[in-house]
């Protein structure tokens, strides 16, 4: 473990048999202001997942003496991923080739580095990890991690809660859907579940049993989103010292999801529309097309109509990945599922937290009910997290959601569910010059202002999505 690293400070983990190597990674990170876990053996693993909350494990392919196939880390790799699939893994081998970072990334690994590496090259693909953990972390919709808490994932059982008749509706669809191998565009508002969606479908699938690999197009600069999307050869740009797949035939036998595919460069998609239609991926920098077996699913916050301006969306891509068009519904407009939501994160944070069972009083329903929800259900999902973390009393209060009470009092007075609009939030105190409370204000304003459409809100802010889901997840918004 290397210095003490600053309280919210990630954590990786670097799984090697020589210590020289251990030695060199944790020098190597120290721009990442990580704290760096070293272990010798694959069987060190689990007590350092159990002990810590890790980020990102870097896993050599080969511990035994004389060992060259990588069959020892792509063994843990496998165990690893059944442990904890939401654990990003960078796969490192001196005896690294295209074919094993093939098979690595098909079995779940999110890159391929070689032995030796390149400072900048290493801490690029760690910080695309860490990236990638981050944005799984603000994207779990509905609470997929604590799905499995409750089983769920074990029983095969859909992640997606709920028995409104909507999300009757939706799952009815899901069902249609998934056996086909058509193209499907989910279309909703940030935090309904277009993930789960997009995850149940691959679920009920004939690909099942291949990989799912999802791609936030929204988290990936322009400058990388090329490379990350189709691979790239050796040579093809600065640092491209090896080949490397692309996620799209990492996915191969799988599905593709392509989320927030409205910040698709425009100068990129003519590329993603061959693909789609001769079901070849050519790397940055090659010349021959290698043929794919992928089913893409796509999704978009943003509203249809901004899918039919041509001056940021061709039609032909549309056309292409909306074969089936899927709306999710808001929370408001499943209100029947809003209290059984709540419930169902009370008791996964209290189990989390060791807290004991708090029953939820009919006038507080009542108030989650009407309340208009402007975040959906993972603003559900956080309101509940803050309420087991604050009570004190023996019963849940709306105050602790932060929602209005039975009364029409409460911390923060919401709109009406007719209208829908966002509260006015309270203005910093003319003399106030705490940084930190000014911040938080204005990325809430700025999240109120665009019924929390993180890609407005972050354009507005002068942010990347990626910086400002890390500010959000600073102030616990």
Aim: glycine share 6%; proline share 7%.
């Amino acid at each position: 473990m290397i210095g003490t690293p600053a309280p919210s400070s990630p954590v990786v983990v670097w799984l090697d048999d020589d210590p020289d190597v251990q030695f060199a990674a944790r020098l190597a990170l120290a721009p990442l202001q990580a704290q760096v876990l070293t272990a010798g053996h694959p069987r060190e693993l689990p007590a350092l997942l159990a002990a810590h909350a890790v980020d990102v494990v870097v896993l050599d392919l080969n511990f035994s003496r004389g060992a060259t196939d990588g069959a020892e880390g792509l063994a843990c790799l496998s165990e690893l991923l059944l442990a904890d699939a939401s654990v990003p893994v960078v796969v490192a081998s001196a005896y690294g080739d295209v074919d094993r970072a093939v098979e690595a990334m098909r079995r779940g690994a999110v890159d391929f580095i070689t032995k030796p590496w390149t400072e900048q090259r290493l801490l690029a693909t760690l910080r695309a990890a860490l990236r990638l953990r981050a944005s799984h972390r603000q994207a779990a919709d509905e609470g997929a991690r604590l799905t499995m808490l409750t089983g769920a994932a074990e029983r095969n059982e859909s992640a997606l809660l709920g028995d409104s008749a909507p999300m009757r509706k939706l799952r009815e669809l899901l069902a249609r859907a998934a056996p086909t191998d058509a193209n499907v565009l989910l279309l909703g508002e940030n935090g309904t579940g277009k993930e789960l969606a997009a995850r149940e479908l691959h679920r009920l699938s004939r690909r099942a049993a291949r990989p799912f690999v999802s791609i936030d197009v929204g988290a990936l600069s322009a400058s990388v989103i090329d490379s990350e999307l189709f691979g790239h050869k050796r040579g093809a740009f600065t640092d491209a010292r090896n080949d490397r797949i692309g996620r799209l035939q990492a996915a191969e036998g799988g599905t593709v999801f392509l989320d927030e595919i409205a910040n698709l460069p425009l100068a990129l998609q003519p590329k993603l529309l061959t693909v789609l239609e001769q079901r070849c991926v050519v790397p940055v920098g090659g010349n021959a097309a290698t043929p794919i077996d992928v089913r893409v699913i796509a999704a978009t916050n943003q509203p249809r109509q901004r899918l039919l301006d041509e001056t940021a969306f061709r039609p032909d891509l549309l056309y292409r990945l909306n074969t089936i068009e899927i709306d999710l519904p808001p929370l408001r407009e499943r209100r029947d599922d809003i209290v059984a939501l709540a419930l169902h994160y009370l008791r996964a944070y209290e189990r989390k937290y060791g807290r004991p069972v708090k029953p939820l009083p009919e006038p507080v329903a009542a108030a989650l009910r009407a309340d208009p929800w402007p975040g959906n259900v993972r603003a559900l999902r956080h309101a509940a997290e803050r309420a087991v973390i604050l009570n004190t009393g023996d019963a849940y209060g709306a105050e602790d959601f932060a929602v209005a009470g039975p009364a029409g009092g409460g911390p923060m007075l919401r709109a009406s569910s007719a209208e829908h609009t966002p509260p006015q939030l309270p203005q910093a105190a003319p003399d106030s010059l705490n940084l930190e409370q000014a911040e938080r204000q204005l990325i809430e304003r700025a999240l109120r202002r665009h019924q929390f459409n993180i890609a407005l809100a972050a354009r507005e802010l002068g942010l990347s999505r990626g910086a400002l889901y890390r500010r959000m997840e600073k102030h616990g918004l």
